[in-house]
Nanobody
Framework: QVQLVESGGGLVQAGGSLRLSCVASGTIFSINPMAWYRQAPGKQRELVARIFNSGTTNYADSVKGRFTISRVNAKNTVYLQMNSLKPEDTAVYYC????????????WGQGTQVTVSS
């Protein structure tokens, strides 16, 4: 089995910063991609940022220029540096990984709450 464990959420004032981390553990041959999604109350889960093994990244328009995704492949770890946070960034943030263990499967973390106060 594969587990994704997130950390780094919390409460921050608007304009502040937070850094989320996610570590994947278990029997893992490869992970591609790793990503962060978020879900605000009453809204659908949405992609925030995604990073492939090649280093290619994708961002939601709403976070471009403020958030940066990175990963350390050797540690099966992905980070999300969030700067200039806004109240509308408030959500539960979920780590996602597409993992190869003989076949490709999707895995999710348990989520970490990010709350931005105005």
């Amino acid at each position: 089995q594969v587990q994704l464990v997130e950390s780094g959420g919390g409460l921050v004032q608007a304009g502040g910063s937070l850094r989320l981390s996610c570590v994947a553990s278990g029997t893992i041959f490869s992970i591609n991609p790793m990503a962060w999604y978020r879900q605000a109350p009453g809204k659908q889960r949405e992609l925030v940022a995604r990073i492939f093994n090649s280093g290619t990244t994708n961002y939601a328009d709403s976070v471009k220029g403020r958030f940066t995704i990175s990963r350390v492949n050797a540690k099966n770890t992905v980070y999300l540096q969030m700067n200039s946070l806004k109240p509308e960034d408030t959500a539960v943030y979920y780590c996602y990984a597409r993992v190869y263990r003989g076949a490709w499967d999707d895995y999710w973390g348990q989520g970490t709450q990010v709350t931005v106060s105005s």
